[in-house]
Protein backbone atom coordinates (compact mmCIF):
# COMPACT_ATOMS: atom_id res chain seq x y z
CA UNK A 1 0.00 0.00 0.00
CA UNK A 2 1.22 3.02 -1.05
CA UNK A 3 1.49 5.65 2.04
CA UNK A 4 0.88 10.02 1.74
CA UNK A 5 4.67 10.09 2.72
CA UNK A 6 5.78 8.06 -0.39
CA UNK A 7 3.28 10.26 -2.70
CA UNK A 8 4.90 13.22 -1.11
CA UNK A 9 8.32 12.31 -1.93
CA UNK A 10 7.63 10.76 -5.30
CA UNK A 11 6.02 14.35 -6.32
CA UNK A 12 9.52 15.69 -4.62
CA UNK A 13 11.46 13.33 -6.75
CA UNK A 14 9.55 14.13 -9.61
CA UNK A 15 10.09 18.18 -9.00
CA UNK A 16 13.67 18.29 -8.69
CA UNK A 17 14.37 16.08 -12.18
CA UNK A 18 11.71 18.73 -13.64
CA UNK A 19 13.78 21.32 -12.43
CA UNK A 20 17.13 19.63 -12.72
CA UNK A 21 16.13 19.21 -16.45
CA UNK A 22 15.18 22.62 -17.04
CA UNK A 23 18.45 23.96 -16.15
CA UNK A 24 20.15 21.38 -18.24
CA UNK A 25 18.23 22.25 -21.19
CA UNK A 26 19.03 26.33 -20.63
CA UNK A 27 22.79 25.02 -20.43
CA UNK A 28 22.03 22.97 -23.53
CA UNK A 29 20.77 25.67 -25.66
CA UNK A 30 23.26 28.36 -24.22
CA UNK A 31 26.59 25.52 -25.87
CA UNK A 32 24.34 25.51 -29.37
CA UNK A 33 24.82 29.05 -29.91
CA UNK A 34 20.70 30.24 -28.51
CA UNK A 35 22.23 33.03 -25.71
CA UNK A 36 18.62 34.38 -24.84
CA UNK A 37 16.54 31.10 -24.80
CA UNK A 38 12.93 31.50 -23.79
CA UNK A 39 11.00 29.84 -20.49
CA UNK A 40 8.90 28.31 -23.71
CA UNK A 41 12.36 27.07 -25.80
CA UNK A 42 14.03 25.11 -21.98
CA UNK A 43 10.53 23.76 -21.08
CA UNK A 44 10.50 22.13 -24.65
CA UNK A 45 14.05 21.27 -24.23
CA UNK A 46 13.32 19.48 -20.93
CA UNK A 47 10.15 17.89 -22.03
CA UNK A 48 7.97 19.53 -19.18
CA UNK A 49 5.25 22.06 -20.01
CA UNK A 50 5.62 25.89 -19.53
CA UNK A 51 3.12 25.60 -16.85
CA UNK A 52 6.30 23.41 -15.15
CA UNK A 53 8.80 26.09 -15.54
CA UNK A 54 6.45 28.56 -14.20
CA UNK A 55 6.09 26.16 -11.06
CA UNK A 56 9.83 25.81 -10.81
CA UNK A 57 11.05 29.62 -11.52
CA UNK A 58 9.36 32.68 -10.89
CA UNK A 59 10.96 34.48 -13.65
CA UNK A 60 14.15 34.06 -15.86
CA UNK A 61 16.05 35.56 -12.89
CA UNK A 62 15.15 33.22 -11.02
CA UNK A 63 16.29 30.28 -13.56
CA UNK A 64 19.64 32.15 -14.15
CA UNK A 65 20.16 31.81 -10.09
CA UNK A 66 19.96 28.03 -10.40
CA UNK A 67 22.13 28.11 -13.45
CA UNK A 68 24.55 29.79 -11.72
CA UNK A 69 23.95 27.50 -8.55
CA UNK A 70 24.69 24.67 -10.82
CA UNK A 71 27.72 25.86 -12.52
CA UNK A 72 29.52 28.70 -10.55
CA UNK A 73 32.17 25.48 -8.75
CA UNK A 74 33.53 24.39 -11.91
CA UNK A 75 33.85 28.12 -13.55
CA UNK A 76 35.27 29.98 -11.26
CA UNK A 77 37.41 26.65 -10.99
CA UNK A 78 38.65 27.48 -14.44
CA UNK A 79 39.78 30.38 -13.44
CA UNK A 80 40.95 30.85 -10.15
CA UNK A 81 42.48 26.99 -8.79
CA UNK A 82 44.41 26.23 -12.25
CA UNK A 83 47.73 26.84 -13.20
CA UNK A 84 51.33 27.55 -12.22
CA UNK A 85 51.61 30.53 -9.84
CA UNK A 86 55.41 29.66 -9.01
CA UNK A 87 58.38 30.56 -10.84
CA UNK A 88 60.12 33.77 -12.37
CA UNK A 89 57.76 37.06 -14.01
CA UNK A 90 57.37 35.45 -17.02
CA UNK A 91 56.60 31.91 -16.21
CA UNK A 92 53.56 33.06 -13.84
CA UNK A 93 52.67 35.13 -16.52
CA UNK A 94 52.70 32.58 -19.33
CA UNK A 95 50.33 30.38 -16.67
CA UNK A 96 48.07 32.95 -15.83
CA UNK A 97 47.34 33.92 -19.78
CA UNK A 98 46.90 30.26 -20.71
CA UNK A 99 44.79 29.75 -17.66
CA UNK A 100 42.15 32.77 -18.16
CA UNK A 101 42.51 31.73 -22.32
CA UNK A 102 41.98 28.09 -21.73
CA UNK A 103 38.73 29.27 -19.47
CA UNK A 104 37.88 31.66 -21.67
CA UNK A 105 37.42 29.06 -24.76
CA UNK A 106 35.73 26.38 -22.72
CA UNK A 107 33.17 28.51 -21.16
CA UNK A 108 32.64 31.19 -24.65
CA UNK A 109 29.05 30.02 -24.86
CA UNK A 110 28.18 30.94 -21.04
CA UNK A 111 30.16 34.16 -21.34
CA UNK A 112 28.40 35.19 -24.78
CA UNK A 113 25.07 34.09 -22.82
CA UNK A 114 25.54 36.36 -20.02
CA UNK A 115 26.52 39.44 -22.12
CA UNK A 116 23.49 38.99 -23.96
CA UNK A 117 21.27 39.19 -21.33
CA UNK A 118 23.22 41.34 -18.72
CA UNK A 119 21.35 44.42 -19.75
CA UNK A 120 18.12 42.59 -18.72
CA UNK A 121 18.68 40.88 -15.71
CA UNK A 122 19.40 42.24 -12.07
CA UNK A 123 21.28 38.39 -11.18
CA UNK A 124 23.35 38.27 -14.19
CA UNK A 125 24.55 42.02 -13.39
CA UNK A 126 25.03 41.64 -9.93
CA UNK A 127 27.42 37.70 -10.79
CA UNK A 128 29.46 39.61 -13.17
CA UNK A 129 30.03 42.63 -11.44
CA UNK A 130 30.73 39.88 -8.25
CA UNK A 131 32.96 37.66 -10.81
CA UNK A 132 35.24 40.62 -12.21
CA UNK A 133 36.36 41.51 -8.75
CA UNK A 134 37.51 37.82 -8.41
CA UNK A 135 38.94 37.87 -11.33
CA UNK A 136 40.89 41.14 -10.45
CA UNK A 137 42.26 39.99 -7.05
CA UNK A 138 43.37 36.82 -8.50
CA UNK A 139 45.06 38.49 -11.20
CA UNK A 140 46.75 40.52 -8.36
CA UNK A 141 47.47 37.05 -6.18
CA UNK A 142 49.16 35.56 -9.00
CA UNK A 143 50.84 38.27 -10.31
CA UNK A 144 52.05 40.88 -6.85
CA UNK A 145 53.75 42.70 -9.19
CA UNK A 146 50.36 44.27 -10.67
CA UNK A 147 49.91 45.91 -7.01
CA UNK A 148 52.88 48.20 -7.56
CA UNK A 149 51.52 49.30 -10.78
CA UNK A 150 49.79 52.75 -11.59
CA UNK A 151 46.27 52.11 -11.40
CA UNK A 152 45.40 52.97 -14.78
CA UNK A 153 48.04 50.55 -15.74
CA UNK A 154 46.46 48.49 -13.64
CA UNK A 155 42.97 48.85 -14.94
CA UNK A 156 44.40 48.25 -18.62
CA UNK A 157 45.95 44.75 -17.39
CA UNK A 158 42.47 43.62 -15.84
CA UNK A 159 40.83 44.67 -18.86
CA UNK A 160 43.45 43.11 -21.40
CA UNK A 161 43.00 39.65 -19.64
CA UNK A 162 39.15 39.88 -19.98
CA UNK A 163 36.52 37.92 -21.89
CA UNK A 164 35.93 40.76 -24.02
CA UNK A 165 39.69 41.67 -25.02
CA UNK A 166 39.87 37.75 -25.88
CA UNK A 167 36.69 37.56 -27.49
CA UNK A 168 37.44 40.75 -30.04
CA UNK A 169 41.08 39.28 -30.53
CA UNK A 170 39.98 35.75 -31.59
CA UNK A 171 36.11 36.39 -33.40
CA UNK A 172 36.71 40.24 -34.23
CA UNK A 173 40.02 40.25 -35.27
CA UNK A 174 40.38 36.60 -36.22
CA UNK A 175 43.49 35.60 -34.36
CA UNK A 176 44.04 32.15 -33.76
CA UNK A 177 44.62 30.96 -29.97
CA UNK A 178 48.14 30.83 -29.97
CA UNK A 179 48.59 34.94 -31.47
CA UNK A 180 46.27 35.94 -29.10
CA UNK A 181 47.85 34.35 -26.30
CA UNK A 182 50.61 36.43 -27.70
CA UNK A 183 49.40 39.44 -27.79
CA UNK A 184 47.56 39.43 -23.92
CA UNK A 185 51.22 38.06 -22.98
CA UNK A 186 53.53 41.39 -24.96
CA UNK A 187 51.07 43.80 -22.90
CA UNK A 188 51.57 42.23 -19.83
CA UNK A 189 55.38 42.11 -20.58
CA UNK A 190 55.34 45.93 -21.71
CA UNK A 191 53.66 47.44 -18.94
CA UNK A 192 54.93 45.01 -15.99
Known sequence: MTTITQIADGRRQRSERSRKAMIDAALALIQEGNFAPTAREISERAGVGIRSFFRQFEDM???????????????????LHRGDRE??????????????????????????????LRWSSQVLKD?????QVLSRDNKEA???ELKSLPEEDRQLLDACLSFEMWHRLR?????????ARSVILRIFLKLI
Do not use: C, M
Request: hydrophobic residues 40%.
Open 61 to 79: DSLFLAVDEEISESVVSSF
Open 87 to 116: GDLETRLGSLVLTYTEAFETHRALLLATKS
Open 127 to 131: NYAHY
Open 142 to 144: WIP
Open 171 to 179: EIQGLPITE
